[in-house]
C-alpha cells in the first residue's frame, strides 16, 4: 500500500526502497528520541505506527 500510494500502481519499486526510507525515518527521529520505537515491522506484512 505504501508503495502505491507513494509511486502510483504503474511504477515498479522495488521492496527494499521502502526499508530504507522507513530505515532513514527511524534514524532521524531516534536523533531526537533515543527510546523512539513507534514503527513496528511486521514480517510478511510491512510496517505499523502504534501510539504510546
Same mark, same amino acid.
Given at each position: $500500500?505504501?508503495?502505491? &500510494? &507513494? +509511486? #502510483?500502481?504503474?511504477? +515498479? =519499486?522495488?521492496? !527494499?526502497?521502502?526499508? *530504507?526510507? =522507513?530505515? @532513514? %525515518? !527511524?534514524?532521524?527521529? @531516534?536523533? =531526537?528520541?533515543? *527510546?523512539?520505537? $513507534? %514503527?513496528?515491522?511486521? +514480517? #510478511? %506484512?510491512? +510496517? @505499523?505506527?502504534?501510539?504510546?
Amino acid at each position: $500500500q505504501l508503495i502505491d &500510494a &507513494a +509511486y #502510483g500502481e504503474n511504477i +515498479y =519499486v522495488d521492496d !527494499r526502497t521502502i526499508d *530504507s526510507h =522507513v530505515k @532513514r %525515518i !527511524r534514524k532521524k527521529f @531516534r536523533t =531526537v528520541d533515543d *527510546s523512539f520505537n $513507534q %514503527i513496528e515491522t511486521l +514480517y #510478511g %506484512i510491512g +510496517y @505499523r505506527y502504534k501510539e504510546n
